[in-house]
């Protein structure tokens, strides 16, 4: 399945060279950013032949586009997939590949912890449509067995999750859902293709909001998804006729950006690993949300399906959304804003990040603490960002002994 010849190439290798050789043009050695809408043919019954998909090649934008097919080449060996395809963002991949499968009257059962986005389809998208959504509570495991073997066409899954870094069972999933005959569907942003590959457990479709880690440098919005040839196909048709298509230019960057996304990823994990141990320990800190942590509830099963624990992690202050206010505009090298992945730390709360679509109650459903602050290693150097939350943190007031959430 793989393009290189020797089929031990690593993922680090396969950032660097994969899926790029076949679309480059005039000699160049890095692939070019084809804007062209259309193609041109001078011989119709060529042109018919690339229509109808007998011979290779490009039609029209909305369809196809060399940089995309690139970028899309890359994330598909990085996955270990048989095929791929993009979108214009992570929600349209995720959008799309719902409604390519969904009818009404079909059930889908996922989390409560999803991406904010992906919640909202579900609680007010799919119902619309007489999609009818059950989630479950993360890592409740007889909970989701026992609503899947009521009956659902989708079992849909993120991990980890968004904000609060939920680890679910991958492998144990796919069984209950393929048992169920349901398809079962894994968002990895959070982890990459570097610290887990899905398919490997059975997963039907890998969604990916590339906006965040494959991009890395927070310029460029894009999703894709990775799986069998026939699951990705009908994903691709109903993409190319809804038009939520990649724009070249971003795929560039994507491509681009891949290039380092093993280097950035590794020292993203290193970071979130002895920040979080930091802030754990830290007195105006109440909890730290991050796998890494042996008392993480999913530590065990992160270990055992994750290379590494990512670069994300998230903690609540003791002195709630008070001191969130006070402390987080004095970090100096921190980006405060809603994406995440990034090579510059990025932090914010959920309530204005991930879950900023939904209210306070829906919030406190989730689980999710009005305090929680969602923080993305970047790249810069370790000890540097941790005095950067000392000094930070060092303009609270003693923490207050209660929750204030
Ligand atoms: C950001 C994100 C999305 C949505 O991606 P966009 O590119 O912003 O549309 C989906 N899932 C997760 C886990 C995300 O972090």
Redesign the pocket.
């Known amino acids: 399945m793989t393009e290189f010849k020797d089929n031990n190439v690593k993922a680090s290798t396969k950032s660097v060279w994969a899926g790029e050789k076949e679309y480059r043009a005039f000699g160049a050695s890095q692939v070019p950013v084809v804007h062209s809408v259309a193609y041109t043919y001078d011989d119709l019954d060529h042109w018919y032949d690339v229509a109808i998909g007998k011979t290779k090649g490009h039609i029209y934008g909305r369809n196809t586009n060399p940089t995309v097919e690139s970028f899309e080449k890359k994330v598909q060996e990085l996955e270990g997939a048989e095929a791929a395809t993009s979108f214009s ?4 991949a ?1 959008s799309n590949s719902l409604a390519t499968f969904l009818r009404p009257g079909d059930r889908v059962v996922s989390v409560k912890d999803t ?1 904010g ?2 919640n909202k389809i579900f609680s007010e998208f799919l119902p619309q449509m007489n999609i009818d959504v059950m989630l479950c509570e993360t890592g409740n495991e007889a909970q989701i067995e026992e609503e899947v073997n009521k009956g659902c066409e989708i079992l849909y899954l ?1 991990t980890p999750t ?1 904000p609060t870094v939920k680890i679910t069972d991958i492998e144990k999933m796919v069984k209950i859902g393929h048992d169920a005959g349901a398809l079962v569907f894994v ?1 990895n ?2 982890a990459t293709p570097i610290n887990q590959n899905p398919l490997e457990y059975g997963v039907d479709l890998v969604l990916h ?4 880690f494959l991009g890395g440098h927070a310029d460029a ?3 894709v998804i990775c799986g069998s040839k026939e699951l990705v196909e009908q994903v691709y048709h109903y993409r190319e006729i809804n038009g939520a298509t990649m724009d070249p230019m971003a795929a560039y960057l994507m491509i681009r950006g891949m290039k380092t996304l093993h280097l950035r990823v590794r020292q993203q994990c290193e970071s979130a690993m002895k920040i979080a141990t930091f802030l754990k320990n830290h007195e105006q800190i109440d909890q730290v949300f991050y796998p890494g942590l042996e008392d993480h509830p999913g530590h065990d099963i992160a270990k055992r399906q994750m290379k590494d624990f990512g670069g994300m992690f998230s903690f609540s202050m003791k002195g709630g959304l008070e001191a969130v206010k006070l402390f987080l505009p004095k970090l100096e090298l921190a980006n405060r804003a809603a994406n ?1 992945g990034s090579v510059e730390t990025t932090v914010g709360p959920a309530r204005t990040t ?1 879950h900023v679509e939904n209210t306070p109650e829906e919030r406190a459903a989730l689980g999710i603490p009005e305090s929680l602050v969602r923080y993305s290693a970047g790249i810069e150097d370790t000890d540097d960002l941790i005095r950067d939350l000392t000094q930070a943190l060092a303009y609270l007031p003693e923490p207050v002994a209660a929750k204030s959430y």
Not at 89 to 92: E, F
Not at 209 to 212: D, V
Request: hydrophobic letters at 30%; a negative charge.
């Open positions: 963002t992570g929600m349209a995720i991406y986005g992906t993120e968004n968002d942003t959070f909001s590339a906006t965040k919005l894009g999703g995440l991930s």
